[in-house]
């Protein structure tokens, strides 16, 4: 079984009297995927631009099961697919510090938004990725970021070796 960094962020909608529009996005970002994000960054700095576009439809778009939950107390088994919502032209937007996803609700002038994830969580969480199983327990209780903390108890759970 392949554990992947996870990511639970809102969702945004320029139309807010749009009533299906989903809550949450679930991300999981893969190691290749992880990796053409730090090129794309490192494309950025060389041509000192500000993003970069590519269509990509990773996001899952979620409903909460708990309303009495915010966005950090939330974890995947609190969430349940949004099949309302159809999204086209779903873009992962690269910055020098962070990326999220816009696109628009098929058939509508609607426009989504995730909220974005640092460059620095997703660094962080694939050093979680990479670190000894014995080392897990220590960062539990010290991780700077809440889908760290969650990753290195996936993986202490499933025994799940360093990713290669």
């Not at 779903?90 to 510090?97: N, V």
């Amino acid at each position: 079984m392949t554990i992947l960094p996870t990511f639970i962020r809102d969702v945004r909608v320029c139309d807010e009297s749009f009533d299906e529009a989903a809550s949450h996005a679930l991300i999981s970002i893969s190691p290749e995927q992880y990796t053409m994000i730090k090129k794309a960054q490192r494309f950025l700095k060389k041509l000192d631009g500000y993003s970069v576009s590519i269509f990509d439809y990773t996001p899952e778009y979620m409903d909460s099961n708990d309303d009495s939950k915010t966005t950090d107390q939330l974890t995947p088994d609190d969430l349940t697919p949004n099949e309302d919502m159809i999204l086209e032209c779903l873009e992962l937007k690269i910055t020098a510090d962070d990326i999220f996803w816009s696109g628009s609700i098929k058939h509508t002038t609607v426009e989504v938004f995730t909220e974005s994830i640092s460059i620095k969580e997703l660094d962080h969480n694939f050093k979680v990725l990479a670190m000894p199983l014995d080392e897990l327990p220590i960062l539990i209780n010290h991780a700077k970021f809440k889908s760290s903390k969650l990753l290195a108890k996936r993986r202490l759970a499933n025994e799940c070796p360093r990713s290669s």
